[in-house]
């Protein structure tokens, strides 16, 4: 049961994330002089932001071992992020896009991923399913 009230809760997250998106677009758009319009749309995003920590808490509420899973994954997110400014990757697969997402060492263990990522130097980094940025030299992997 906590499980798709956790699965609606994060859909909903999404769904308003995507609109505060919209709504930093159209902020960065109004003239600086129209004031009314600027004060609105910044209001507009600071709600969504209030509704988001709520479901948040909801999250934690419902299941907080999940809940700190899901942060776990965000802040492993956030440092692949910043890792991949300084790198230039040539291949990179999502689990949300291809549906399987792995690496298999040399050893023949295989390592189920968020995302996988190739540097042009062979060299690889991953997001683990359990929220771990982790790199590897390319020879390590198969």
């Not at 899901?70 to 890792?83: M, P």
């Not at 060492?105 to 991953?126: F, H, I, P, S």
């Amino acid at each position: 049961m906590s499980s798709a009230k956790i699965k609606e809760l994060l859909q909903r997250i999404n769904f308003i994330e995507a609109d505060m998106d919209i709504q930093k677009q159209i902020l960065v758009s109004i003239p600086s002089n129209n004031k009314k319009d600027i004060e609105t749309t910044i209001k507009k995003i600071a709600d969504q932001k209030a509704k988001i920590d709520d479901l948040r808490l909801d999250i934690k509420n419902t299941d907080e071992a999940e809940y700190n899973r899901i942060i776990a994954i965000e802040q492993a997110a956030e440092t692949f992020r910043r890792i991949s400014r300084e790198k230039t990757f040539v291949l990179v697969n999502t689990l949300n896009e291809s549906g399987t997402c792995f690496i298999t060492l040399n050893d023949g263990t295989r390592m189920d991923c968020l995302v996988t990522a190739k540097e042009e130097n062979g060299n690889w980094t991953v997001l683990t399913l359990d929220g771990e940025t982790r790199e590897y030299p390319g020879g390590l992997i198969k």
